[in-house]
Nanobody, 120 residues
Framework: VQLQACGGGLVQAGGSLRLSCVAS????????MGWFRQAPGKEREFVAG????????NYADYVRGRFTISRDNTKNTVYLQMNNLKPEDTAVYLC??????????????WGQGTEVTVSS
């Protein structure tokens, strides 16, 4: 299984970015997907998760209303649309593949991540 994220970059506060993560290996629609992030010197934290069909999604409080997770099972891709970015959103963003249930996921494969830098 490989998860390849892209779409990061440098953006000014208030700007937007769209991250993509393409999965290879395994049947993409069989798995939950999630986005996490890790800022320098901080622990990795959950950002958003999406169910196998894409009907259900959930968000961390610090991104809710600004970020939107979606997936296209025909393209084996999960997306993270990030709007109204803030300097505190600066981090490496990683996608992950999950098993078990949407309400109690277990993430077992992680991509390399894509770096997002938000300037003030």
């Amino acid at each position: 299984v490989q998860l390849q994220a892209c779409g990061g970059g440098l953006v000014q506060a208030g700007g937007s970015l769209r991250l993509s993560c393409v999965a290879s290996g395994g049947t993409f629609s069989n798995y939950l997907m999630g986005w996490f992030r890790q800022a320098p010197g901080k622990e990795r934290e959950f950002v958003a998760g999406i169910s196998r069909t894409g009907i259900l999604s959930n968000y961390a409080d610090y991104v809710r209303g600004r970020f939107t997770i979606s997936r296209d099972n025909t393209k084996n891709t999960v997306y993270l649309q990030m709007n109204n970015l803030k300097p505190e959103d600066t981090a490496v963003y990683l996608c992950a593949r999950g098993t078990r249930t949407f309400s109690d996921p277990s993430y077992d494969y992680w991509g390399q991540g894509t770096e997002v830098t938000v300037s003030s």
